[in-house]
């Protein structure tokens, strides 16, 4: 009887559709970010940099908490790692209510802590899982089909921010100056109030999916896999030994870093060169951004059957660069459609980076290797802040500057590893 139920399990899609899903909802809180550094910034009057750590906080625990979550997964399994990341999710999209209630920006940048903690078991956990429900020979297409719902979760957030978060009031300098004691705490409480009703229902429904995940019977197969003993003790030093590797995790700490600062800037970068855009408005660019990224993904995908996978990232990153130095030299309405168009080519890069670094690798090797390129999130924190202290001294516009140095260094990781392979 046990055997005919995970013989059952095995050959339900429920399972698969439930890990997918994650995808999904990973993505909703990454762009969600990009609308709260705007909101963020008008109600609690911050600076750019002070704004930026909005995306400081997330990605730190992207940091932190990627390797603890690749031990857990060793220790106790797939799925009981995407159920306590969730959990960490949803707890911390609950704690955007008291922290509108207390009005305090220390305590928002907390609980999107403590939902990038969440996100980096999802993350550790999903992309593996994936591969195991279902034939071994179709892993590669469950996964693309599984990256395609990321884009469709990120613009999913953008509207939500657009319509639900944004409020269409926005005070000048001027204005904001001459408003009473009492009107200005109005204000902020108005503003921030604005996060806790989409926030709330972000956590009940990701509690919810948990609990339908830890409900769910999954393929007892992977209960004898997770338990296996890693026999390779050495993996790590090797990973850290080979210079390869390491180019490849710089690689993708600037990737990281310069796709979350084109992104968390745009809305910013659209007001300050087009003076008198609303942010809603604006929020337009982020949405045509994300289904650039999208289209990007399908296409690269095809263009890698005609084309070599470092040859079209090396040729994407080129084009970036040309990109951002072009927003930088014309701000305006053509420098914000050519960060739009950058989203289109940062699509195949975080992968692709991602391949080539775990590549004919064992499994420890892999495992680990996995867990380190996931912690080169971190860049997204560092740079984004560094975009903010650029933007205050210089001008948002200049802060592109940034991620254009960022394609550079990953155009020449995808020359260097050509150059390496033959």
């Known amino acids: 009887m046990a055997a005919s139920s995970s013989r059952a399990a095995g050959r339900s899609p429920l399972p698969l559709a439930l890990i997918v899903s994650l995808f999904f909802l990973w993505g909703v809180a990454n762009n969600l970010n990009d609308v709260l550094i705007p909101q963020f910034k008008k109600a609690f009057v911050l600076n750019d940099f002070q704004a930026g750590l909005v995306q400081s906080a997330f990605y730190l625990g992207y940091f932190l908490v990627a390797m603890p979550a690749g031990i857990y997964m060793r220790r106790f399994g797939y799925k009981s790692a995407v159920v306590f990341g969730l959990a960490l999710y949803g707890l911390g999209a609950l704690l955007f209510w008291p922290a509108a209630q207390q009005g305090t920006y220390g305590f928002f940048l907390f609980a ?16 593996p899982f994936v591969t195991l429900l279902g034939p071994r020979e179709s892993a590669a297409r469950r996964l693309n089909l599984a990256q395609a719902f990321n884009p469709l979760g990120s613009i999913t957030g953008i509207l939500i921010g657009q319509h639900f978060i944004f409020s269409g009031v926005e005070h000048t300098p001027e204005q904001l100056a001459a408003l009473s004691a009492a009107e200005r705490a109005a204000f902020v409480a108005h503003e921030t109030a604005a996060v806790q009703l989409p926030y709330l229902a ?47 995790l710089a690689a993708q700490f600037f990737y990281v870093g310069a796709q979350v600062g084109v992104w968390s800037y745009l809305i910013r970068y659209v007001q300050a060169t087009m003076p008198g855009t609303p942010a ?56 914000a459609c050519a960060l739009v168009a950058c989203s289109f080519f940062m699509s195949v890069m975080y992968p692709t980076i991602f391949a080539l670094g775990v590549e004919g690798r064992g499994d420890d090797e892999r495992k680990l290797g996995s867990a380190l390129l996931v912690m080169t999130i971190i860049g997204g924190a560092v740079l984004t802040a560094a975009m903010g202290a650029v933007s205050d001294a210089a001008g948002i516009s200049r802060a592109m500057l940034v991620p254009a140095a960022s394609f550079v260094v990953i155009l020449l990781f995808a020359r260097l590893r050509g150059a390496v392979e033959r």
Do not use: Q
């Open 112 to 127: 999107l802590f403590v939902i990038a903690s969440g996100l980096a078991f999802l993350e550790t956990s999903a992309n």
């Open 202 to 248: 972000i956590g009940l429904v990701v509690l919810a999916w948990g609990l339908l995940i830890l409900l769910t019977r999954f393929p007892a197969v992977h209960a004898v896999e997770e338990g296996a003993v890693p026999r390779d003790h050495g993996a790590l030093a090797r990973l850290l030994g080979d210079r390869r590797f390491l180019a490849t």
């Open 280 to 335: 809603k408005l604006a929020a337009n660019y982020m949405l045509v951004s994300l289904a650039c990224f999208m289209a990007g993904r399908f296409a690269g995908s095809a263009l890698m059957r005609y084309v070599a996978p470092r040859r079209l990232l090396a040729l994407f990153a080129a084009v970036n660069v040309a990109l951002t130095v072009f927003a930088v030299a014309v701000p305006g309405v053509a420098g």
